[in-house]
């Protein structure tokens, strides 16, 4: 690799550390999603941990996997002078693993996360003392601004998954999927506003996606905010030749980051005592809870 090829490879690594940094498993809530919460994670660099990540997220693999050849039992794929061609299964596991580079001649799957949309258990009937105690965050950028209350908790699997890394001035996503029974109930855009806010509190100020290339793939991302990256986009954003994740058949997107969606907290007392919210408005009641952010 050309010494200025090697320099940008370093400059990639430290821009990354601030994705690495935000402590993986804390789950957040997510702003004008009150039963919705969304978490990173990080799988280990290994082979017991893209099984647990094919076995938390089946439906993001098996997106991309479908109808493709996998690599054929036994024979090992480096990253560098590789016996033949890397498949897409390859490609996701070293993703979701974040496989480092071993030599400046490898692919860098280096640095990536997986980010997830989850179903929110909010009790019907909440037990004593459940809105006694705030529950510390350990993560003070990302979610509501005040501690939960109570303590958040997933209802079930993940219902989208999208795999994010850190470059120089954007964030990367090359693979986002949804569970084939949740499409077209609006939990892409759920987690779209979770990388977002993600990207927001890195200071990144523009997303790069990878697409399908096909019309209604691409027609979709529109819809989300995406536009269709030429090569002048993509120089004009700093991108430069080996900073992406890419794969045949696709085509790279970019958005924006929006600015963020106000909270507004609204907090009560107990019956009888007048409390002001945030927003200066008197309200009368028991317990504390988010409210919706105005559309």
Request: glycine residues 8%; neutral net charge.
């Given at each position: 690799?050309?010494?200025?090829?090697?320099?940008?490879?370093?400059?990639?690594?430290?821009?990354?550390?601030?994705?690495?940094?935000?402590?993986?498993?804390?789950?957040?809530?997510?702003?004008?999603?009150?039963?919705?919460?969304?978490?990173?994670?990080?799988?280990?660099?290994?082979?017991?941990?893209?099984?647990?990540?094919?076995?938390?997220?089946?439906?993001?693999?098996?997106?991309?996997?479908?109808?493709?050849?996998?690599?054929?039992?036994?024979?090992?794929?480096?990253?560098?002078?590789?016996?033949?061609?890397?498949?897409?299964?390859?490609?996701?596991?070293?993703?979701?693993?974040?496989?480092?580079?071993?030599?400046?001649?490898?692919?860098?799957?280096?640095?990536?996360?997986?980010?997830?949309?989850?179903?929110?258990?909010?009790?019907?009937?909440?037990?004593?003392?459940?809105?006694?105690?705030?529950?510390?965050?350990?993560?003070?950028?990302?979610?509501?601004?005040?501690?939960?209350?109570?303590?958040?908790?997933?209802?079930?699997?993940?219902?989208?998954?999208?795999t994010i890394?850190?470059?120089?001035?954007?964030?990367?996503?090359?693979?986002?999927?949804?569970?084939?029974?949740?499409?077209?109930?609006?939990?892409?855009?759920a987690l779209?506003?979770?990388?977002?806010?993600?990207?927001?509190?890195?200071?990144?100020?523009?997303?790069?996606?990878?697409?399908?290339?096909?019309?209604?793939?691409?027609?979709?991302?529109?819809?989300?905010?995406?536009?269709?990256?030429?090569?002048?986009?993509?120089?004009?954003?700093?991108?430069?030749?080996?900073?992406?994740?890419?794969?045949?058949?696709?085509?790279?997107?970019?958005?924006?980051?929006?600015?963020?969606?106000?909270?507004?907290?609204?907090?009560?007392?107990?019956?009888?005592?007048?409390?002001?919210?945030?927003?200066?408005?008197?309200?009368?009641?028991?317990?504390i809870a988010?409210?919706?952010?105005?559309?």
């Amino acid at each position: 690799m050309s010494e200025s090829k090697g320099v940008r490879r370093e400059e990639l690594r430290a821009a990354r550390r601030a994705l690495e940094a935000l402590p993986p498993g804390e789950i957040n809530e997510l702003v004008g999603r009150p039963l919705l919460l969304y978490e990173i994670r990080r799988y280990p660099r290994s082979k017991e941990g893209a099984k647990a990540a094919r076995s938390d997220l089946p439906f993001l693999f098996k997106a991309f996997e479908t109808g493709q050849a996998p690599p054929a039992r036994g024979v090992v794929t480096s990253l560098v002078d590789a016996p033949r061609a890397a498949t897409i299964h390859e490609y996701l596991d070293w993703t979701v693993t974040a496989e480092e580079a071993s030599t400046d001649e490898e692919l860098d799957f280096g640095g990536f996360r997986v980010i997830v949309l989850l179903p929110r258990f909010k009790p019907g009937w909440p037990p004593p003392g459940a809105y006694e105690d705030e529950a510390p965050k350990r993560c003070k950028v990302l979610g509501a601004p005040r501690n939960p209350l109570p303590l958040l908790m997933p209802n079930g699997k993940p219902i989208c998954a999208a795999t994010i890394r850190v470059g120089v001035g954007f964030l990367e996503v090359p693979f986002f999927a949804t569970q084939e029974t949740r499409r077209n109930r609006g939990f892409g855009r759920a987690l779209l506003e979770a990388i977002e806010e993600v990207a927001r509190a890195l200071a990144l100020p523009y997303l790069l996606l990878c697409s399908t290339d096909d019309p209604v793939t691409r027609n979709t991302w529109r819809a989300l905010g995406f536009c269709l990256s030429s090569e002048q986009d993509l120089r004009a954003l700093g991108v430069q030749p080996g900073d992406l994740l890419h794969m045949d058949n696709t085509v790279q997107m970019h958005k924006v980051v929006p600015p963020a969606r106000a909270w507004r907290s609204l907090v009560a007392a107990e019956a009888g005592a007048a409390v002001l919210a945030e927003n200066g408005a008197a309200a009368h009641g028991a317990g504390i809870a988010p409210a919706l952010p105005p559309d």
